[in-house]
């Protein structure tokens, strides 16, 4: 792996807690409540596809790609007549800024700390002329407006950087010959064959952070019946065993799919260069620390605690 491609993979570690208290911290499950939207899931759909415009289920089940498309189903085009795509965005810039005020210890109405304004700056920095193209997700992101407060502007880089790199994780599942339902059956087998050894699966996995079936498949949407036919498949082609483990080959398959993902992540870094990346590692850090405190692991996303890498070496 080279230089630019394992700075991705430290820096992904950094900034997904930074997005992801949109998902997991209190203050913004409230703002989306607050907004009409009740229940989790209407404010994480409006919310996530808010960028792409108010769109039917059909592009976001292929941009978003593990759901089952009966879930996203559930939720648009209907929670468009609650809320417009505008006001989601607004909704969930508010409720992460709350969210990052309380894990900061910022109290509403004062400044933000210097060094959380230059985690932002330099984030920006990374994201400055970010090409969108193959990219549903990260490309609209990218095409917002960027906030003046510096803890939106926090947010909104690392929401940018989180969705770029997810545009192209979905793109290596793709290449790998993957549906939704089959990515998420050979993550949890990578991570199964692996808690045999106490060894992590890939950069998703930690020692004692696998994820389980029984975790993943009901948060998205899979039957019972689908989750055994994608495992079906997978065994078929060699990747799953019968007690639902990882083969060898089907560990390898998982590893090169997180390398290409890395890969397709790394242009920001190789662009600002090492000494910039190492720079805006040892700033982000203890914001990522903080923000990781609302985090539960394992999490659906994917991404272990910050201080389960050298994300500053």
């Known amino acids: 792996m080279d230089d630019a491609a394992l700075a991705a993979r430290r820096m992904w570690r950094l900034v997904e807690p930074v997005h992801t208290v949109t998902y997991f911290a209190p203050e913004a499950r409230a703002a989306f409540e607050a907004a009409g939207l009740r229940g989790f899931w209407r404010g994480y759909f409006a919310g996530r596809a808010a960028p792409i415009g108010e769109v039917t289920a059909p592009p976001v089940v292929?941009?978003?790609?593990?759901?089952?498309?009966?879930?996203?189903?559930?939720?648009?085009?209907?929670?468009?007549?609650?809320?417009?795509?505008?006001?989601a965005l607004a909704v969930r810039t508010a409720g992460a800024v709350a969210a990052l005020r309380t894990l900061l210890g910022v109290a509403p109405g004062d400044a933000a700390p210097a060094e959380v304004g230059a985690a932002a700056e330099l984030l920006l920095g990374s994201i400055e002329g970010l090409d969108g193209a193959g990219r549903p997700l990260?490309?609209?992101?990218?095409?917002?407006?960027?906030?003046d407060e510096p803890l939106a502007r926090l947010w909104h880089a690392a929401t940018v950087l989180r969705e770029h790199r997810g545009d192209g994780h979905v793109a290596a599942l793709v290449a790998a010959?993957?549906?939704?339902?089959?990515?998420?059956?050979?993550?949890?087998?990578?991570?199964?064959?692996?808690?045999?050894?106490?060894?992590?699966?890939?950069?998703?996995?930690?020692?004692?952070?696998?994820?389980?079936?029984?975790?993943?498949?009901?948060?998205?949407?899979?039957?019972?019946?689908?989750?055994?036919?994608?495992?079906?498949?997978?065994?078929?082609?060699?990747?799953?065993?019968?007690?639902?483990?990882?083969?060898?080959?089907g560990a390898a398959a998982h590893r090169a799919i997180e390398e290409v993902t890395d890969l397709a992540a790394a242009r920001p870094w190789a662009r600002i260069g090492p000494t910039a990346t190492q720079e805006l590692a040892a700033v982000l850090l203890p914001v990522a620390r903080a923000a990781a405190a609302v985090m539960p692991y394992p999490n659906p996303v994917g991404v272990p605690p910050p201080e389960s890498d050298a994300a500053t070496g």
């Open 62 to 87: 292929a941009a978003f790609f593990n759901f089952a498309p009966s879930m996203v189903a559930v939720a648009l085009p209907s929670v468009w007549a609650l809320i417009t795509p505008a006001d």
């Open 177 to 249: 010959g993957l549906d939704g339902c089959e990515a998420l059956v050979l993550r949890a087998a990578a991570d199964q064959a692996a808690a045999r050894t106490q060894q992590p699966a890939g950069p998703r996995s930690g020692p004692g952070l696998g994820l389980r079936r029984e975790q993943i498949q009901p948060v998205r949407g899979w039957t019972d019946d689908e989750w055994d036919l994608a495992a079906a498949r997978l065994a078929g082609r060699g990747w799953v065993d019968g007690e639902g483990a990882a083969t060898p080959a």
């Open 138 to 147: 990260g490309g609209p992101n990218a095409a917002l407006p960027v906030p």
